[in-house]
């Protein structure tokens, strides 16, 4: 059993994960047309985008899509845990 409800805990952590990306993506190009009045960078390193931008883009984007990302796992994993009475398999403690 600890072998499959691993593979459901990644398939459940990996959806979850990628919803909250596109969802925050989303938003994100949403604010920064908002903010800025254009689109966000297609591609940063692109000598054309300007540096500064550049890096605000990376900045910005990185740190509010790793945090949904995070949210989004633990709230699955707290679905999980109600669900089946502990934690996923990754986040167990030795005891």
Known sequence: MAKDS?????????????GAA?????????GWKAATG???PANPADPDVEFREAVA?????????????MFAQRRAAGYYLK?????????RKDA
């Open 6 to 18: 691993s593979k459901v805990w990644s398939a459940f952590s990996l959806v979850a994960a990628l």
């Open 83 to 91: 669900s089946t009475g502990e934690l996923p398999p990754p986040l």
């Open 22 to 30: 596109s969802v925050a993506k989303k938003a994100l190009d949403a």
């Open 57 to 69: 883009w990376a900045a910005i984007s990185g740190t509010l899509v790793a945090l949904a990302k």
């Open 38 to 40: 254009k689109q966000p």
